[in-house]
Every structure is written in structure tokens, then in C-alpha cells.
């Protein structure tokens, strides 16, 4: 089955720095990435997602790149905010529609 | 409003003492998955379904069992609770599309202590 792993653990960085979360995955069949925010007391949510047609996605601060070769792929965020500060889960779900979680990122912006 | 809908959302209980935590979602999804969330762990899967009568392990199954009688519902039964089973248990479902076109929406999440 797919493994996820996700590095690092925790990160901080300052306010209007940017802050990079980076995966990787096993399952060489595994074709959708989504990114996953939580903060304090609530539950994931979705905040982008690329497929394996596609080497890079961006939504406004956010971008993420996937290496397929390499079987790694990775969060990016500009000019973060004190908003930004959350746990962030990346996943990987393969053909079977299975999805697997790395084990988080506890990003900390300092204002 | 599209929504996973989980109850209860904080739930204490006795060793041994049978309990079911309900899910359910109105977006017709066929997917629907249940995971634990423990501090260093992220989330692990318990068991998920494909659609309708259809339910397989996730990574850590032991000591849950599940259902799925009708697409909108998907109940985690623990037959017999455990402390080790003390955690923050979420919901999911996702539209079963290949390839897949969206993420998993989550339920709010149910926090389970067992003492």
C-alpha cells in the first residue's frame, strides 16, 4: 500500500517569509495530491490539490509541486501570515481511491 | 449546505462499553472513510468504503468494525472500547471519480476519551 512520509515535523518562520512542506510517496500508481490545513480545534480542509498530469498548481500564496520521477512533491507559501499557522497534512490517494496522510506539519508564523 | 455530519462530538466513556459514532454525508459520495488522529501521527486510516455494502481495512482496524447498509451513512462501531482507543476520530467522504477530481470533505470530528 501507498506510504507518505512528510518533513518537517514543525516550522517557523516569520511573518512574510515563505514556508516550504515537503512529501514524498511510495506508490508509483498514486495520482491525485491533495493539501490539507487544520487549525486549532477544527478539522482538515481542503486548500489545494494537484494531479499527476501536472507539475506545479498555484492559488494566490500557495503553490505546490510534484515530481513524479522522484515520487516527492511539495507545499509553498509566500508571504505567510500569522493566519497561516496551522498543521498542514499532505496526502496521496492512488486508483484504488485510497488516500494516505503524512503525519503533519505544525507551521508557526511569528508576527 | 454539502456536509459530513458527525454525533457525537465528545463522547466519554467505560471500558468495555459498546458505542457507535454516526456519520453521515448529503453529497452522495460513493467514498467514505473513518481515521484517527493522535498527536505525531497524523491521521491513520480505520476503514473506508467504496460504496454501498462494500468496506475494507485501513492501517489500524483492530478493535473497530463498520457499516455501510445505506451511501449516506457509514457508523464506527467499537464493540469494546479500550483506553488505547482514547483519540480524535474523523469522517470523510469523496466522490469516487478516476482519476480522482476532488479531496476528502471532513466531518467535525468526534473526541473520544475512554477511561
Known amino acids: 500500500g501507498e506510504n507518505v512520509e512528510q518533513h518537517p515535523s514543525t516550522l517557523s518562520v516569520q511573518e512574510g517569509d515563505s514556508a516550504v512542506i515537503k512529501c514524498t510517496y511510495s506508490?508509483?500508481?498514486?495520482?491525485?495530491f491533495p493539501w490539507y490545513k487544520q487549525e486549532l480545534g477544527k478539522r482538515p480542509q481542503l486548500i489545494i490539490d494537484?494531479?499527476?498530469?501536472?507539475g506545479e498548481k498555484k492559488d494566490q500564496r500557495i503553490a505546490v509541486t510534484l515530481n513524479k520521477t522522484a515520487k516527492h512533491f511539495s507545499l509553498h507559501i509566500t508571504e505567510t501570515q500569522p493566519e497561516d499557522s496551522a498543521v498542514y497534512f499532505c496526502?496521496?490517494?492512488?486508483?484504488?481511491?485510497?488516500?494516505?496522510f503524512g503525519a503533519g506539519t505544525r507551521l508557526t508564523v511569528k508576527p | 449546505e454539502a456536509q459530513v455530519t458527525q454525533n457525537p462530538r465528545y463522547l466519554i466513556t467505560v471500558t468495555g462499553k459498546k458505542l457507535t459514532v454516526t456519520c453521515s454525508q448529503n453529497?452522495?459520495?460513493?467514498?467514505m472513510s473513518w481515521y484517527r488522529q493522535d498527536p505525531g501521527l497524523g491521521l491513520r486510516q480505520i476503514y473506508y468504503?467504496?460504496?454501498?455494502?462494500?468496506?475494507d481495512k485501513g492501517d489500524v482496524p483492530e478493535g473497530y468494525k463498520v457499516s455501510r447498509k445505506e451511501k449516506r451513512n457509514f457508523p464506527l462501531i467499537l464493540e469494546s472500547p479500550s483506553p488505547n482507543q482514547t483519540s480524535l476520530y474523523f469522517c470523510?467522504?469523496?466522490?469516487?471519480?478516476?482519476?480522482?477530481?476532488?479531496?476528502?470533505?471532513f466531518g467535525q470530528g468526534t473526541r473520544l476519551t475512554v477511561v
Open positions: 470523510a467522504s469523496s466522490p469516487q471519480l478516476l482519476p480522482p477530481e476532488a479531496g476528502a470533505f
Open positions: 494537484i494531479r499527476s498530469n501536472v
Open positions: 506508490d508509483s500508481a498514486s495520482n491525485y
Open positions: 496526502a496521496a490517494r492512488g486508483l484504488d481511491n485510497d488516500m494516505r
Open positions: 453529497m452522495n459520495h460513493e467514498y
Open positions: 468504503s467504496m460504496n454501498v455494502e462494500v468496506t
